[in-house]
T-cell receptor, first 114, second 112 residues
Framework: DADVTQTPRNRITKTGKRIMLECSQT?????MYWYRQDPGLGLRLIYY???????NKGEISDGYSVSRQAQAKFSLSLESAIPNQTALYFC?????????????FGPGTRLTVT | AQSVTQLDSHVSVSEGTPVLLRCNYS??????LFWYVQHPNKGLQLLLK??????LVKGINGFEAEFKKSETSFHLTKPSAHMSDAAEYFC??????????FGAGTRLTVKP
């Protein structure tokens, strides 16, 4: 079984709808991250969490919110989806901070907002 | 602030020839640097990482990268490309808070 899972894998939604993307991990890591990937822009950080009580904004948090329900679960919500939020979304985990730790990525959720 | 520039958005090589994917970084600290690979419709997989130990880093699938502080570069190389290497490659710089900044990516095409 995959260590980092994301649901759904694909989602099409309409402008103005609320949508939640979910991430679960079995790696036992405290640190979890949400990124979006757009062609030609690489991955950009939306939110990150160092533990259940510690949630931080990334470089592009506007229009998004998150919830860390447990060590293993980190959800990303779009309160009112807009077309420019169409992107590939990745969840990641890390065993520690300090720069030298790599991040482990889920398979991604492809979101289309029409 | 830290940032990464991948100098080529697309690289095309023939199978069996060398691969060079170029990456320059900017960081106020002694950085950690990573290369990730993304195959079509897949997540990102770590190829290799530099964390202030040996400057020549060996990764999976025959890839390696050399950290050159004087040139602020971390180029990815492989002596002989294989068809399965066709993918998108991301260079990443990370600071002491594990704040990762990704390059825009380089798409590698391998011709038979």
């Amino acid at each position: 079984d995959a260590d980092v899972t994301q649901t759904p894998r694909n989602r099409i939604t309409k402008t103005g709808k609320r949508i939640m993307l979910e991430c679960s991990q079995t790696k036992g890591h405290d640190r979890m991250y949400w990124y979006r990937q757009d062609p030609g822009l690489g991955l950009r950080l939306i939110y990150y969490s160092f533990d259940v009580k510690d949630i931080n904004k990334g470089e592009i948090s506007d229009g998004y919110s998150v919830s860390r329900q447990a060590q293993a679960k980190f959800s990303l919500s779009l309160e009112s989806a807009i077309p420019n939020q169409t992107a590939l979304y990745f969840c990641a985990t890390s065993p520690g901070t300090g720069g030298r730790y790599e991040q482990y990525f889920g398979p991604g959720t492809r979101l289309t907002v029409t | 602030a830290q940032s990464v520039t991948q100098l080529d958005s697309h690289v095309s090589v023939s199978e069996g020839t060398p691969v060079l994917l170029r990456c320059n970084y900017s960081s106020s600290y002694s950085p950690s640097l990573f290369w990730y690979v993304q195959h079509p419709n897949k997540g990102l997989q770590l190829l290799l990482k530099y964390t202030s130990a040996a400057t020549l880093v060996k990764g999976i699938n025959g890839f390696e990268a050399e950290f050159k502080k004087s040139e602020t570069s971390f180029h990815l190389t492989k002596p002989s490309a294989h068809m399965s290497d066709a993918a998108e490659y991301f260079c990443v710089v990370s600071d002491t808070n594990n704040d990762m900044r990704f390059g825009a990516g380089t798409r590698l095409t391998v011709k038979p």
